[in-house]
């Protein structure tokens, strides 16, 4: 995703708020969160935006680790972490608005949750 | 074909894409005017006569057409209207999906299409208001033979 | 002393063509606060990538919404394409700028009928749709459907439209402009219209920026940016600037969305007289493998689309980040401190797409 109007940063989780509080003094806004199941692990993408630049920042984290939430520094990010908490069943802390996991009510719990996870090989 | 009543419709929208919805308002615009068989979109079940509902049943908007289907007073007809409302659609496989509108409550016209046009619509409605007479009619005979047992 | 009480809006409500749930709670007549709750739409179908060859994705894709079903299917084509390193020839490209921008169209004069019907103007609301009509007419005729017409395949377009047709549209659309014209002014100058979105909803700037909002929504509020500056497809070879109004209120998201119409029939316009000879579409080859962003920018905002591929026929990843999401929060944050008559136009005013929200 290298291009002259985009760029993709990793972070370390632990140092995810930091680097979001420098975007937003900055003056960035926040674009979307996304996560993505991969073979043992969920990769994170906050997108960023000044202008028409884009800005991804990505790190992964395994099955039952915690995540920091940024919607006390980006208030419209509840709604995306509660739809990553919900569907992913990647537990996210201290959000500003909890659904506790009732935003989207589906029928299979975390229907994107990794594979090794449903199996109960997962952290608990 | 000779219609009793004004047969009122109530609209909801189950988990359609949209597409099937705005032909159904489509249908009431004077381009296709629905009106001139006395179908009147109303808001209130209690109000309705026809339950004209799209796309697919997931398990959070169950009970609402559960609930909705209750609250209509007898008789009544259920219209399907689209694919996904028939029995899923494109999103059949979709693990929110449950199926077409019949694994809720008793559907008895079905109007298929992917987005259905107005035309389709329009005689599913005007099917829906010849099964809603038959209904009434049923409906009058039952009540004239209790009568007379009682 | 107020009391408090909470009523109920939705998921059925006459005033919602979808369903949303909203728990709105008062003190007499105001709103202090409100919860909202979704997912009676939530179908899931960005997994359906799983079970679905990556060429017929696009058909789901462009199920995601009847309103930009040809935005959501082009932008999906538009992200594997780029993964592919597939370069569209030129006329397929001003052919998806002249459907995105009928898309427009008739998503905007929808949206100006629904909000007519809102504040209870039911004659307008019709005039709206009528107009409407004329455009969807203009995709029947070139492409057979009428909201879902699946003319986007993976490299290409499925179908061309002659030069006799595209003429044709550019004339019927100067027929409309001037339709357009006359209810528009209702909208802009009627007093009694304007009494119901003047001042409601106001939004800062400031507060746009910080709820990171798109679309006309955002662009009521002063800020100018539009997507399509980005100068995807063809919007690279055609001359429009971003259409902004510093109201920030109800009001002047309707007047935004006004003069939108007319900067998209004037797109139209520009792009049918630039148009290309050539072929629509290229063959591919292979599989895709490797991830892509896009941005467009959908009648209701900035729309994101993420597909992570991985040499396989099935995709590991579609996500959609459609703009409505993206000004839910906004939307819930302006109802606070309105009037319970204020909330429809608030609502109508973001132009609200639920099965977008959850796809």
């Known amino acids: 995703m290298a291009e002259s109007d985009r760029q993709l940063l990793e972070v ?3 140092a995810l708020l930091e680097k979001v509080t420098e975007l937003k003094t900055r003056g960035y806004r926040l674009v979307q969160i996304c996560s993505t199941t991969l073979k043992d692990c969920y990769e994170m993408t906050y997108s960023f935006s000044i202008e028409y630049d884009l800005l991804n920042l990505r790190f992964t984290v395994k099955a039952g680790e915690k995540v920091p939430s940024i ?8 709604f995306y972490e509660n739809e990553i908490h919900d569907l992913f069943g990647v537990p996210i802390e201290f959000m500003t608005v909890d659904y506790k996991g009732r935003l989207y009510r589906t029928a299979v719990k975390a229907p994107y949750k990794l594979k090794q996870e449903e199996e109960g090989g997962g952290p608990k | 074909m000779k219609l009793s009543k004004s047969p009122w419709v109530l609209h909801y929208d189950g988990s359609s894409c949209n597409g099937c919805d705005l032909e159904i308002l489509d249908s009431t615009t004077p381009v296709y005017d629905v009106e001139r068989f ?11 006569d026809i339950f004209l509902i799209t796309g697919g049943i997931n398990a959070q908007n169950a009970p609402v057409v559960k609930q909705l289907y209750s609250q209509m007073p007898d008789p009544k007809v259920v219209v399907a209207v689209g694919i996904c409302a028939c029995d899923g659609g494109v999103f059949k496989d979709c693990y929110n999906i449950l199926g077409g509108v019949n694994k809720v409550i008793p559907v008895d016209i079905y109007v298929p299409g992917c987005a259905v046009k107005p035309e389709a619509v329009i005689d599913g409605l005007r099917k829906a208001a010849e099964l809603l007479d038959q209904k009434q009619k049923q409906m009058k005979k039952k009540r004239a033979a209790a009568r007379k047992e009682g | 002393m107020s009391t408090r009480s909470v009523v109920p809006f939705g998921p059925h409500h006459p005033v919602l063509p979808e369903p949303i749930h909203l728990d709105l709670v008062l003190e007499d007549e105001k709103v202090v606060d409100v919860i909202p709750s979704i997912g009676f739409i939530h179908r899931g179908l960005e997994k359906l990538v799983e079970k679905r060859d990556f060429r017929d994705f696009v058909y789901v894709a462009e199920r995601m919404c009847g309103i930009c079903s040809f935005m959501h299917g082009m932008s999906y084509c538009e992200a594997v394409e780029h ?6 020839p030129p006329r397929a490209k001003y052919l998806r ?12 004069l929808l949206w100006l009928g629904l909000l007519a019907d809102a504040f209870g103007f039911e004659s307008l609301f019709m005039q709206c749709w ?3 009509e004329k455009i969807l007419d203009m995709f029947e005729a070139s492409t057979g459907g009428r909201l879902i017409f699946s003319v986007n395949k993976i490299g290409g377009q499925r179908r061309d439209m002659d030069n006799a047709m595209l003429h044709g549209f550019v004339e019927k659309l100067g027929g409309l402009e001037e339709d357009l014209k006359g209810i528009t002014s209702t909208f802009l100058a009627n007093s009694a219209v304007n009494s119901r979105l003047k001042g409601v909803g106001y939004m800062t700037k400031k507060m746009a920026q910080e709820y990171g909002v798109a679309g006309p929504f955002m662009r009521a509020s002063g800020i100018a940016r539009d997507t399509r500056k980005l100068g995807y497809d063809a919007y690279g070879d055609l001359n429009f600037e971003p259409i902004t109004s510093t109201e920030g209120d109800c009001y002047a998201r309707t007047q935004v969305r006004v003069r939108e119409l007319f900067q998209s029939i004037d797109l139209i316009r520009q792009a049918v007289a630039k148009i290309p000879e050539g072929p629509v579409a290229v063959p591919i080859r292979g599989f895709p493998k490797g991830e892509y962003m896009v941005r467009v920018e959908q009648p209701r905002g900035e729309a994101i689309y993420y597909v992570k591929a991985n040499g396989t026929k099935f995709l590991d990843r579609f996500r959609v980040r459609t703009p409505t999401f993206a000004n839910v929060p906004a939307m819930i944050e302006l109802m606070k401190g309105c009037r319970l008559s204020e909330i429809p136009m ?14």
């Open chain 1, 12 to 14: 370390r989780p632990e």
């Open chain 3, 346 to 359: 608030l609502i109508l005013t973001i132009d609200p797409c639920v099965s977008c929200i959850e796809r």
């Open chain 3, 130 to 132: 009528r107009l409407r």
């Open chain 2, 38 to 48: 006395g179908v009147v979109n109303t808001g209130n079940p209690k109000h309705a």
């Open chain 3, 97 to 108: 700028t002249i459907w995105c921008e009928l898309s427009r169209l008739h998503s905007h």
């Open chain 3, 83 to 88: 993964i592919m390193g597939v370069e569209l």
């Open chain 1, 71 to 78: 919607s006390h520094i980006y208030p419209s990010a509840y």
